[in-house]
């Protein structure tokens, strides 16, 4: 779906209390058992190596769907790969046991469960230029915002984005089969790309073809050889798209989700998107997706697909030099 154009800051970092249980605090406060004094020595956060993802993925199993694209990026590539497009990052405390994991590069994701563990990714965030953007649950966003923007790179535009979650229990087989609907493949390239451009540059305000030319189409050729995008073409137009752009054990993640405009308000997306859903949850426990604040429409949609609302996500888009 095509999304609006990005809330201001000011609004995006306003509570509410949807976001209160999936907040900050109330994070840290699910790991107590981890919490240390604040007396105690700051913590560093240091670069994973290989081998070590069988821990990490245990580590990030325990909140699969918030951790979904980095167990996703793990899964596909291992912790140490181009591919990742940044380095991983784990804290850990005195004994040794993980306080947290982050990715730290283009795309800024962490799993943190302490606070000092967050303000160490920050650090490490603090230590690489040109990041592209900073995504998570609303108030850790916040926190890490607080403590990076004094020595960090400064803020080019945000937006907030609502999580929206289908379990395997939930879903209701709405609608039938869509004949045509399938895995992109290379000859559908040419379609694919200009749409997933323009869906990347009405959220972040880059045009993925302009700012990197080369590696843009080059990850969406990827996507398709690994089976990861879906289709429904029709007379050379591209009826229906999605991506997906994380894919563990028990959760996907979808994204880039696209109905040609004129076929909006039919019917042929939700049952496109039903097909797809059903064929992921014979093999997943959940399919989730985040959607603009600002777009009731695909609100709307989502749920009438059967998608429930968790919580708050916010991206950061930091600008480079």
Sequence with gaps: MSFPKAAPLAKMFQ??????AAGAASLFAAFAPLRVSSAERA???EPLARGAEAEVVEFLAQRSVHAVNLLGLIHDNGLVSAHNRGTFYACRDERGRL???????HATLFEARTPRALRAFVRAAQTRPNLHLVLGESETVAEFWRHYRAAGQPLRLACRELLFQLDRGEYAGRGDAVEGLRLATREDLELIIPVQ????????GLDPRVSDPEGFPMRCGRRVDRGRTWVLVEGGRLVFKAEVMADTQGVV????VHIAPEER??????R???HLTGLLLGRADSVCLLVNERNKAAHAFYRKAGFRFECYYDTIF???D
Aim: aromatic share 2%.
């Design 265 to 270: 308000g039919r019917g042929r997306g939700l």
């Design 197 to 204: 451009a323009r869906m990347v540059e009405e959220e972040s």
């Design 43 to 45: 913590m560093r956060a």
């Design 253 to 256: 993640y979808l994204e880039g």
């Design 318 to 320: 930091l600008r480079r």
């Design 99 to 105: 306080e947290g994991v982050a990715l730290v590069g």
């Design 15 to 20: 509570t509410s209390p949807q976001t209160e």
């Design 272 to 274: 496109c998107l039903s």
